[in-house]
């Protein structure tokens, strides 16, 4: 990874206060052990909660490592919009992820209380 698209997602990522900018789960750049003891997780459930940049308009299409183009998102929302057919718009996608987390049919269902109440808030 580049270090701008770093910089941009560090940047993000701390805009957001380490959420998830789909799920809102917290979300980890660095110490993935320190991560996953803290919020009673496994290390392998710890690496979907990995901080990830997201192109809001991808770079297919033209966008670009902006400041306005870049959010931050857990690894498991990031590959899950990306291995869609066809990629949903951000709008779209974040409707679809907060629907699927209300009917406990995310991510979310399959971790502990402590990470859940965390992304509700």
Do not use: D
Request: overall charge positive; proline content about 4%.
């Amino acid at each position: 990874m580049c270090k701008s698209l770093a910089r941009a997602r560090a940047k993000a990522a701390c805009r957001q206060g380490f959420r998830c900018y789909y799920c809102g789960v917290p979300m980890w750049s660095a110490h993935l052990a320190a991560f996953a003891a803290t919020y009673g997780v496994t290390q392998r459930q710890a690496l979907q909660l990995k901080c990830t940049a997201e192109h809001l308009t991808p770079r297919s299409v033209g966008g670009s490592a902006s400041r306005s183009n870049i959010v931050a998102a857990c690894a498991y929302c990031n590959h899950k919009r990306h291995a869609r057919p066809h990629a949903l718009n951000p709008a779209a996608y974040k409707l679809f992820v907060q629907h699927r987390i209300r009917r406990g049919r995310w991510l979310l269902a399959s971790l502990p209380s402590t990470l859940r109440t965390c992304a509700l808030a």
